[in-house]
């Protein structure tokens, strides 16, 4: 729950370039007088975690921005196949509870991957300037793959924040399910691409969604706000043009820079809402 009253931002999932483009998004605000990083409570799935444990640790916005510009020489890419995307259809579309179909994905997740046959900690560990949870209230999500049981990782949790974003962001089928305590983790994406229902209680809530598409209307990110019910909130998707900079690949490494500049392009269009939304009247 978030105090009522408060600040919300919420990073989706989008792969490489979903965290670029957020970073370009922010980066963009900031420099307009529109900081949404000064949130009070930051929540992140998959990509978002990742811009959000970046976000939340003193790391100026316009340094972050400027990473993502660098080549990337150094950066491990991935790749969603079509075959591979199917694979995960069945466990949605069979009945069930919500945890159950994501219990069935998770299946999917363990056996694509055993736990750690892909040093994922280490590539996050790398995109991370800082490893420790910073004295904020960020919010990470992920995904018990035998239970299907939805779990949302702060800084009381006892988990180490790379173990906690790393299984945030592990894709099934892409990369391995991400050990922590004796149990598994994958994407908490699964559930939901932005999981806005984290925030619950906020009055003001924005988000940021590179991937906004819905498997099933109670998980859209539309349902979710008509749940909580924030006094003012705005959601934020990538234009034409940002989703033609994306490609095809959203685990593309080399989509990054062109990912960053749709997103700090798109920004300049959306400063005075922002500001109506995140600052009282």
Known sequence: MADRGS???????GGITGIAWELGILAGLADAGVDLTDADVVVGTSAGSVVGAQVTNGIPLADLYAAQLQPPDAELGGRLSRIAALKLLPPYLLPGSGRTKLARVGRVASASHGPGTVDREGVIRSRLPVHDWPDRDLRVTAVDTTSGEFT???RESGVDLVAAVAASCAVPTVWPPVEIAGRTYMDGGMRSTANVDVVRGAERVVVLAPLPRALSRRTSIRAQLERIAPREWSV?????????????????PAKRKVAAEAGLRQSRGLADEMRHVWEPS
Do not use: I, M, Q, S
């Open 7 to 13: 600040t919300a931002l919420v990073l989706g999932g």
């Open 152 to 154: 949302v990782f702060t």
């Open 236 to 252: 934020v998707t990538p234009d034409p043009e940002a989703v033609a900079a994306f490609g095809r690949n959203l685990l593309d």
